[in-house]
C-alpha cells in the first residue's frame, strides 16, 4: 500500500533533515569537548582561544551559507546538500584527528563549511516539496533535527566524559568522530530522492517539474486536480519572475517586495541568535560553573536541557500551522525575556564563590530548562521555516543564503564573545538578552505579516500590496486564493469534459 502523498513529502523531509542533525550534533557535543580535562592538558587554551574552536565553526557556516545560494541555484537542491555533506565528512575527519590547535581550527572551520551551506538549502528544499498545509510541520524539522543531534551529541559527551580516562583524548575524540556518520549517510543516499519541482521547472524541465509533482502529491497521478492546478500555478509564477522579479543579488535590496522580505528574515535570524540560546549551547557547563555546578553534574543537566528542547519542538511541528508564525516567534521572545530576568536576579542574588545555597541552584537549572522549552517551541523553528517560504523561485536560493549568513554572523560573534564577557561582567551580560528578546517581540509584531497555509506563490502578492505596519492589516484582504481559484477551474474543466464525452 503507498504511503499517504504528506506522509511522503514528511519522510523524505526527515531524511533531508540528517543535515540538520550534524549542526545539532557540534552545538551539543562542543560544550563537552572544551570541558574535556584531556582536551584542556593537551592543548592548554586561553579563553579567547577556547572562543575561536567554538566560534571558528560558525565562521565557516557564514561561508558555508554564501555558497550554498548559488550552488543551489545552478547545482539543484539535491547536488547543494551532497556537496555540503562531502565537505562536512572532511571537515569531522581533520578535527578528529587534531594533534594541535592549528589542525582543530582548520577542521572546525572545513566542518562549518559544509553545515552552512547544508543549514542553508535543507529548510529550502523541504518548502520547495511541501503541501501548503503542513509546510511549518515539515520545515520545522530543521529544528527538531537539530534537536535530536544536540540530544545525541548531549548523552553521548556525558558517557565520554564520566567512562573514558580524563588522560585519552578518546574523550573528545570519539564524539567529533561520531559526527561523519550521518553526513556519510545523507551524502551516499540523497540523490534518490527528488529534486524540487519548482527548481526542475524554473531550469526549463517542466516535464520532470510536473512528474515530481504528482509523484509528491497524487501517487504519481499527473492528472489530479490538485497537481494540475499548483503546476499552472507554478508556471506562470515562475514565468513572471523571469520577466519582472530579482535575478541577482542587486536587485533583492533594489526590488522593494524582495527587499522587503529579505529584511524581515536577515532581521529574524539576527534576533534569535540575540535570544542567548547560543551562549546558552556553548558555553552550558561554564554558565552552570556560575551558579556552583560543576563538571558531571552540568554535563547531565545539560543532556537533560536537551531532551526538554525535543519536546518542545515536537509541539511546535503539532501545532505550527494551525498557530501560525506571527504570534508563537512574539510571545516566545516574552517568554525568553522573562527567564533570562530570573536567571540574572539568581545570580545577582545568590553570587557564585560567596553563597552556597541549594535553591537558587536548582532555580537556575530549571530556569535554564523553561528557557530552552520556550525558544525551542517558537524562536528556534520559526528562524527557519520563514525564510524558506517568504521569497520567491527565483529569489530564494540567494534570500535564504543571505538570511542564513547573517545567523552564523551573529553566532560567530556570541561565541567568541561570550568567554570573555562571563569572565568580566558574569551575570550582567544576561541584561543585553533581556532587551534583546522584549525589542524582537515588539520589532515581529509590528512587521511581521502572517504566513502559514499560504502557498509559496502567493507570498509575493502579499509583500507586494500588505502595508509595513502589519497590526493594522486584515490578513484576509492580502490573500488572493489563487490556488484555490485553479483547483476549481480545473475541476470545472474536468466536468465539462466529462459531460462531453457523455454527450458523444
Request: charged fraction near 15%; hydrophobic fraction near 45%; charge should be neutral.
Amino acid at each position: 500500500m503507498a504511503l499517504p502523498p504528506k506522509w511522503y513529502q514528511f519522510l523524505v523531509g526527515v531524511f533531508a533533515s540528517l543535515g540538520s542533525v550534524l549542526y545539532g550534533y557540534d552545538l551539543g557535543v562542543i560544550a563537552e569537548v572544551i570541558a574535556c580535562p584531556s582536551f584542556k592538558a593537551q592543548f592548554n587554551p586561553t579563553a579567547s582561544e577556547t572562543g575561536a574552536v567554538v566560534s571558528l565553526f560558525t565562521g565557516g557556516a557564514f561561508f558555508g551559507a554564501a555558497i550554498g545560494g548559488p550552488a543551489g541555484d545552478r547545482l539543484g537542491r539535491r547536488l547543494t546538500i551532497l556537496f555540503g555533506a562531502l565537505i562536512f565528512c572532511l571537515g569531522g575527519a581533520i578535527q578528529t584527528a587534531a594533534q594541535s590547535l592549528g589542525y582543530l581550527y582548520g577542521g572546525r572551520f572545513v566542518a562549518g563549511l559544509g553545515v552552512g551551506v547544508l543549514v542553508m538549502i535543507v529548510p529550502l528544499y523541504q518548502a520547495e516539496l511541501a503541501h501548503p498545509s503542513i509546510r511549518g510541520r515539515i520545515t520545522s524539522l530543521q529544528q527538531f533535527m537539530l534537536g535530536v543531534g544536540s540530544l545525541v551529541a548531549s548523552w553521548v559527551s556525558y558517557g565520554t566524559y564520566v567512562d573514558i580516562a580524563n588522560d585519552n583524548s578518546q574523550q573528545w575524540r570519539v564524539p567529533l568522530g561520531l559526527q561523519i556518520v550521518p553526513a556519510g549517510i545523507l551524502a551516499m543516499l540523497i540523490l534518490l530522492f527528488p529534486e524540487s519541482p519548482r527548481w526542475l521547472i524554473d531550469h526549463g524541465h517542466s516535464e520532470k517539474g510536473l512528474k515530481t509533482l504528482a509523484r509528491l502529491h497524487a501517487h504519481g497521478d499527473e492528472t489530479d486536480v490538485w497537481v494540475r492546478a499548483e503546476y499552472s500555478q507554478i508556471q506562470e509564477s515562475i514565468s513572471f519572475e523571469h520577466e519582472h522579479e530579482a535575478k541577482s543579488y542587486k536587485q533583492l535590496f533594489t526590488d522593494k517586495p524582495s527587499f522587503r522580505r529579505l529584511f524581515l528574515t536577515v532581521a529574524l535570524q539576527a534576533s534569535v541568535q540575540m535570544t542567548g540560546v547560543s551562549a546558552i549551547q556553548y558555553y552550558s557547563v561554564t554558565i552552570f560553573g556560575q551558579i556552583g555546578i560543576n563538571g558531571q553534574d552540568a554535563l547531565k543537566y545539560q543532556a537533560i536541557n536537551s531532551i526538554i528542547a525535543l519536546i518542545a519542538q515536537f509541539f511546535c511541528m503539532l501545532f505550527i500551522d494551525r498557530l501560525g508564525r506571527r504570534w508563537p516567534l512574539i510571545l516566545g521572545n516574552l517568554g525568553n525575556m522573562v527567564t533570562f530576568i530570573i536567571a540574572a536576579i539568581l545570580l545577582a542574588t545568590f553570587p557564585p564563590g560567596l553563597t552556597s545555597n541549594i535553591g537558587a541552584e536548582w532555580g537556575f537549572i530549571i530556569v535554564t530548562w523553561i528557557y530552552n522549552f520556550s525558544f525551542s517551541a517558537t524562536c528556534g523553528p520559526l528562524s527557519w521555516i520563514i525564510p524558506s517560504e517568504v521569497f520567491d523561485t527565483r529569489t530564494r536560493s540567494k534570500g535564504v543564503s543571505i538570511a542564513t549568513m547573517m545567523s552564523f554572523a551573529f553566532n560567530t560573534m556570541i561565541g567568541q564573545v561570550t568567554p570573555i564577557a562571563m569572565e568580566a561582567v558574569r551575570y550582567k551580560f544576561y541584561i543585553l538578552f533581556i532587551i534583546c528578546n522584549l525589542t524582537n517581540a515588539i520589532f515581529f509584531w509590528a512587521l511581521l505579516p502572517e504566513t502559514a497555509r499560504l502557498p509559496l506563490e502567493e507570498m509575493n502578492y502579499l509583500f507586494s500590496n500588505a502595508p509595513w505596519f502589519v497590526p493594522t492589516t486584515d490578513r484576509a484582504e492580502y490573500q488572493p486564493h489563487d490556488l484555490e481559484r485553479r483547483i476549481e477551474e480545473v475541476e470545472r474543466k474536468g466536468s465539462v469534459q466529462e459531460h462531453e464525452v457523455r454527450a458523444t
